[in-house]
Every structure is written in structure tokens, then in C-alpha cells.
């Protein structure tokens, strides 16, 4: 299932922790393993764009665009 996430928390290191979806909360380590299941494809809405989410060194999610590890998930508001 095509999933937009909306909002992420961080912890105090700055590590992306758990996202939040339209309809779910999942801690990053959910997240990769619905990836790695293909369980979930996971994205990112910017503007008419949809930025998909990869996994980063088997553990971390970013966003991958143009062929590039990006940082869009930083600007996603925080929960």
C-alpha cells in the first residue's frame, strides 16, 4: 500500500524515530521492515511531487530523489 507520511519524531540525537501517516503512527524500525517486506511503499508530498522513502544503512529511512539520499524528511512538521 502507497503511504504519505505527514509528520516525524525525533529523538534527542536528532534520529528520526516514528512517523506518522494519514492514518498510522510507526516507529522507524516498522517502517523498514514494511519496506523490506514490501508490505508499504512510503513517500513524502512536496508540492505535486511524491519523493519516495528508502532505507538508509539497513536501519535509517530518507528520502530518495533524483538518484540522491535527500533530507525532505526533516522539514515534515514534528508530533
Known amino acids: 500500500m502507497k ?3 505527514t509528520h ?3 529523538d534527542k ?3 528520526i524515530i516514528a512517523v506518522k501517516t494519514y492514518d498510522l503512527i510507526l516507529t522507524t524500525f516498522q ?4 519496506i523490506n517486506k ?9 508540492g505535486n511531487s ?6 538508509y544503512k539497513e536501519k535509517w529511512i530518507r528520502t530518495h530523489a533524483d ?3 535527500t533530507n525532505n524528511l526533516d522539514n515534515l512538521p514534528r508530533f
Open 3 to 5: 503511504r504519505y507520511i
Open 38 to 46: 514490501k508490505v508499504d511503499s512510503f513517500y513524502v508530498k512536496e
Open 13 to 15: 540525537n536528532d534520529n
Open 8 to 10: 516525524v519524531r525525533k
Open 50 to 55: 511524491e519523493i519516495p522513502i528508502g532505507i
Open 31 to 34: 517502517v523498514v521492515e514494511r
Open 67 to 69: 538518484g540522491y539520499w
